[in-house]
């Protein structure tokens, strides 16, 4: 599975911005699809997952309430919206699929990897 991201750039903190994460390839049967971000000098953080056949959503705690994950499955593409921005959020946000019906945090369990994207918010 190849994955294409896009949506990032520079807002100011309260702000919003929606992450595009296209599929191609070998897309068929069940997947998850999530997201995952590092900013500099940290080690990479699980933001969000979506299974592909259900819609099942799984958040990591910095981001719950305020981000929110979904899918389009006939555009094969997830989206990663994300509104009340923090500086803290800061980071380059990168979009990762795994085989199977289970959405999990680590990020060893996820096989496929886009290139990142970069979200900057300004104080």
């Known amino acids: 599975v190849q994955l294409q991201a896009s949506g990032g750039g520079l807002v100011q903190a309260g702000g919003s911005l929606r992450l595009s994460c296209t599929a191609s390839g070998r897309t068929g049967g069940d997947y998850v699809m999530g997201w995952f971000r590092r900013a500099p000098g940290e080690q990479r953080e699980f933001v969000s997952a979506?299974?592909?056949?259900?819609?099942?959503?799984l958040y990591g705690d910095s981001v719950k309430g305020r981000f929110t994950i979904s899918r389009d499955n006939a555009k094969n593409t997830v989206y990663l919206q994300m509104n009340d921005l923090k500086p803290e959020d800061t980071a380059v946000y990168s979009c990762?699929?795994?085989?199977?019906?289970?959405?999990?945090?680590?990020?060893?369990?996820?096989?496929?990897w886009g290139q990142g994207t970069q979200v900057t918010v300004s104080s």
């Open positions: 990762a699929a795994r085989r199977g019906s289970t959405a999990y945090r680590g990020t060893g369990l996820y096989d496929s």
């Open positions: 979506i299974t592909w056949n259900e819609g099942s959503t």
